[in-house]
């Protein structure tokens, strides 16, 4: 089994590859490329590139395989062969699939070259599982904060690397919204959580401008009554009794604008309008239907304009949607 094949580079890669001496003078370049080992795992291009070179004998030979560790689960063209340190007899000749499978190793896979009537004698060293992962986070508002059992990790998007393999409680805020949940890192694996905050979805509706008050339009004063001419003749008849004065009427009366509403959160005064939008966006992190969230809305303003100081207590600490209907009955 000395048999070898001297080619050139070009018909390797396609191209031709001149060199050049120091005097300027070109020459062939050659590589010598020799059989298969029966000793080696080879990648799919390396087999292509044999199979096209060589051609092999049918027959049948003999394969032992050793792997580091040892009790690697062995398949052999996608049939399971056994565990290693394993000897398979009679396996066709030519180039055939092996993967390797262990719980504390990569997975890997190969090709081994098996010669007719000769024995292929392979030990691979199976590289260590990983122990880390990957987490993807992203959100419906950028820019949100990212915590990892209680430490800040960073801004959506990202992708955090070199996580230890394990279950994690995230929480990723905005502002006044947030999310919270439990993720698992699988080992050598990027897992993605997406985070509905509703931050950007709730909109709240502008509140109306009040008309301004009608003006009052001018009365005009009655006009005055002439007694009338006393006649001579006649016996002069009493005077008509004066009509009776028209009152004027009273101005209408001017409503004057309400101040509108406001709660307090952590100290500071929020209009009631925002404070109530913010309470209802809690809704939208679980698709709650939109007539709900606007019923669920004019609740909450009603109860902050009539100052409900059990209802306000329990809306400034609710998170989630339970929470909201909680409070609601209030």
């Known amino acids: 089994m000395n048999r070898a094949i001297v080619i050139g580079v070009s018909m390797l890669i396609g191209l031709a590859l001149p060199a050049f001496d120091a005097l300027g003078s070109s020459q062939a370049q050659t590589v010598r ?38 009790g690697a689960e062995l398949r052999v063209e996608g049939k399971p062969a056994g ?19 262990h719980p504390d190793a990569r997975r890997a896979e190969g090709y081994v070259f098996i010669a007719p009537d000769e024995v292929s004698r392979l ?38 690397r070199g996580l230890p393999v394990g279950v994690y409680a995230i929480r990723v805020s905005y ?10 890192v699988t080992a050598g694996e990027t897992s993605v959580v ?4 509703g931050a950007r979805d709730f909109v709240v509706a502008p509140e109306p401008k009040p008309e ?3 003006t009052p339009k001018p009365v005009p004063p009655p006009a005055p009554v002439t007694p009338p001419a006393p006649v001579a003749e006649l016996e002069p008849e009493p005077p008509a009794a004066p009509p009776e004065p028209v009152a004027a009427p009273e101005p209408p009366k001017v409503e004057k604008p309400t101040t509108e509403a406001t709660v307090e959160v952590d100290g500071r005064q929020i209009p009631a309008r925002e404070f109530c939008g ?13 007539a709900t969230m606007d019923e669920i809305f004019a609740k909450c303003m009603d109860r902050a304009e009539k ?4 209802f306000l207590w329990c809306a400034v600490r609710a998170k989630t949607r339970q929470d909201v209907l909680d409070c609601t009955t209030l």
């Open 212 to 214: 301004p008050p009608a």
């Open 83 to 101: 565990r290693s340190p394993l000897m398979l007899e009679n396996v066709a000749s030519g180039f055939r699939r092996v993967e390797f499978v």
């Open 307 to 310: 100052e409900h100081e059990l």
């Open 33 to 70: 490329i020799e059989e298969p080992d029966y000793g080696k795992l080879y990648l799919p291009s390396e087999k292509k590139l044999y199979e096209d070179l060589f051609k092999v004998a049918r027959g049948q030979g003999v394969l032992f395989i050793e792997t580091t560790p040892p």
């Open 123 to 160: 030990a691979v060293a199976l590289p260590a599982a990983p122990t880390e992962g990957s987490l993807t986070v992203l959100a419906d508002t950028p820019g949100a904060k990212v915590a990892l059992d209680g430490e800040e990790m960073g801004v959506t998007p990202d992708t955090f």
């Open 175 to 184: 502002d006044d919204f947030s999310w919270s949940g439990r993720v698992a």
């Open 194 to 197: 997406k985070a509905v905050l």
């Open 278 to 290: 913010r309470y209802t966006g809690i809704l939208m992190r679980y698709d709650e239907e939109r």
